[in-house]
């Protein structure tokens, strides 16, 4: 890091991590040169961010967008710029902290980029664990950059993890709120509609991750990234139903003590935590008062209701380039729900007839795995699932 003013780029800046992520820098914008914002089509977003935080780069993933984006930042001394070359170059430019909140796998490259001049990485984007876990730790390693978890029960297992001996980890487990069909009668959820599965009992996100929760791919993402990111055997990963959102995560050691990380449904903790990290600093979140809270409870995970999670077991059991294939299915099942293409309960039904067809992508050795093997891997995947969707 350097002395004074430390350097941070946000990637998503427009979405809802990346306007979380604004709200903590813009709170003390003495402490961070903004060096670069990115976004997508929302440029009268982007451009507004980027004015406020003086930012020296802009980029609008969306190639069409370069002339509006401009116009909105004539006079500003902003540089603006468009496309996914643009993206790339712009995560490329020395920073020390850097901000991975784009969705989906297009967060991938530019995660790595900023590993690769040595950032520390707050990692938002668990698809990049999911599709190449091995590569990002094995970039950071190279390097000598810092990968810390933003979802927040990474960053909960991360906090328990703190002086503690990772040999000493008897499980993981990650809560799940159970997203908007929790309560829902298993018939009715084939009739459910992307505006319904869009709504979160507890957190305010993105459409797709929120649409994500319900189906619990998020949910069966999240299982893959503990084990990427803490090496932890996945029989030692458990996921619990807990419909107040007010633990994220807990560790479980082998002298049988379970430490709970405990806090309100709000992602300014896990963004600044990874912030202020080594350091713990105030953060405006709100403070629990317990008594109000009255009870927290629990339920076990239906496996019929939410399929996603017996194929992430399969996924993590496979290995290689199945993490790859498992998003890129998601990614494409979950368009087609959103266009009104298929059904909520077909998603499911497309991820596991691509795992199946591209088993054969299981057999690469973690070690040897490159970018354009898990770009070739995604690519299939894609195929695979637009033919079982029209099928
Ligand atoms: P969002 O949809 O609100 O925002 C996504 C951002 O990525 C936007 O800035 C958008 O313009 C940009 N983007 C989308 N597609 C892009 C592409 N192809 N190329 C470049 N930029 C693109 O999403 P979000 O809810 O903020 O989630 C962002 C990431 O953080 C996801 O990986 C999600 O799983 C993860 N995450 C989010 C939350 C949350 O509370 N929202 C919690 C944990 C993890
Ligand atoms: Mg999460």
Not at 11 to 23: H, L, P, R, Y
Not at 137 to 153: G, K, M
Not at 238 to 253: D, Q, R
Not at 261 to 283: N, S, T
Request: charged letters at 20%; hydrophobic letters at 50%; glycine letters at 8%.
């Amino acid at each position: 890091m350097t002395a004074g003013r430390r350097r941070v780029s946000i990637f998503g800046a427009t979405g809802s991590i990346g306007q979380n992520t604004i709200d903590l820098i813009a709170r003390d914008p003495d402490a961070y040169e903004v060096i670069a914002l990115t976004g997508g089509a929302n440029v009268a977003q982007l451009a507004r961010d980027a004015r406020r935080l003086n930012a020296r780069l802009a980029v609008t993933a969306d190639d069409t967008r370069l002339e509006d984006l401009r116009a909105a930042l004539a006079g500003s001394g902003v540089e603006a710029a468009a496309g996914r070359a643009a993206l790339i170059e712009a995560a490329s430019r020395p920073a020390d902290w850097v901000m991975s909140a784009i969705v989906g796998a297009a967060g991938l490259e530019p995660g790595l980029r900023a590993l690769e001049q040595g950032a520390t990485l707050a990692l938002a984007n668990k698809e990049s664990m999911v599709c190449a876990g091995a590569l990002m730790l094995r970039t950071a390693r190279a390097h000598d950059a810092t990968i810390l978890p933003v979802d927040s029960e990474h960053s909960a297992v991360f906090q328990a993890l703190i002086g503690e001996d990772i040999a000493a980890v008897e499980r993981v487990i990650i809560t799940a709120s159970g997203g908007a069909f929790r309560d829902w009668p298993l018939e009715d959820l084939a009739r459910a509609t992307p505006a319904q599965a869009a709504t979160h009992p507890n957190w305010a996100m993105g459409q797709r991750i929120t649409i994500d929760s319900a189906s619990m791919f998020n949910k069966a993402l999240e299982l893959i990234e503990t084990k990427e990111f803490f090496g932890l055997d996945p029989v030692r990963i458990e996921t619990v139903v807990h419909p107040e959102s007010m633990i994220h995560a807990l560790v479980g050691f082998t002298d049988g003590a379970l430490m709970a990380h405990v806090g309100p449904p709000d992602m300014r903790h896990a963004i600044g935590f990874a912030l202020h990290h080594p350091y713990r600093k105030p953060l405006p979140v709100e403070r629990l008062d317990l008594v109000k809270l009255g009870q927290l409870t629990f339920r076990a995970p239906c496996e019929t209701r939410w399929p996603a999670l017996r194929l992430a077991r399969e996924v993590m059991a496979a290995g290689g380039l199945m993490g790859a294939v498992f998003n890129a299915a998601k990614e494409r099942a979950l368009d087609a729900f959103i266009e009104g293409r298929i059904p909520f309960t077909r998603m499911a039904g497309v991820v596991e007839e691509v795992l199946s067809r591209l088993s054969s992508q299981a057999g690469h050795n973690a070690a040897g795995i490159t970018l354009d093997m898990v770009s070739q891997a995604d690519h299939l995947a894609r195929g695979e699932a637009d033919r079982s969707i029209l099928g």
